[in-house]
């Protein structure tokens, strides 16, 4: 199982990014998916999930601003990411599990996860 994320890169407050996850290695059209990100010197936090179903959740600090989506035709998640803010600078990593059970907000829960791409933003 291969996750391989892209789209990070520096941005101006305000701005946009959309990062991507291509997923290889098995078929995962009912997994839930989502993505984490972790930040120089603080705990890697969950940013947002999507189940199965379809069905999104998002962190506090980024509801509202991003979005979560995926492509089960072309083995791909996205991660929309608007109005950015300093405070999104981080690492972001793109998560994935076979099963929905469990909480989605716990990284332990998430067995495969990609290399990260680096979001900037000042």
């Known amino acids: 199982v291969q996750l391989v994320e892209s789209g990070g890169g520096s941005v101006q407050a305000g701005g946009s990014l959309r990062l991507s996850c291509i997923i290889s290695?098995?078929?995962?059209?009912?997994?839930?998916m989502g993505w984490f990100r972790q930040a120089p010197g603080k705990e890697r936090e969950w940013v947002a999930a999507?189940?199965?179903?379809?069905?999104?959740n998002y962190a506090d600090p980024v509801k509202g601003r991003f979005t979560i989506s995926k492509d089960n035709a072309k083995d791909t998640l996205y991660l929309q990411m608007n109005s950015l803010r300093p405070e999104d600078t981080a690492m972001y990593y793109c998560?994935?599990?076979?099963?929905?059970?469990?909480?989605?907000?716990?990284?332990?829960?998430?067995?495969?996860w990609g290399q990260g791409t680096q979001v900037t933003v000042s």
């Open positions: 999507i189940d199965s179903d379809g069905i999104t």
């Open positions: 998560v994935a599990r076979t099963t929905c059970r469990g909480p989605f907000w716990m990284d332990n829960e998430y067995p495969y």
């Open positions: 290695g098995y078929t995962h059209s009912s997994d839930c």
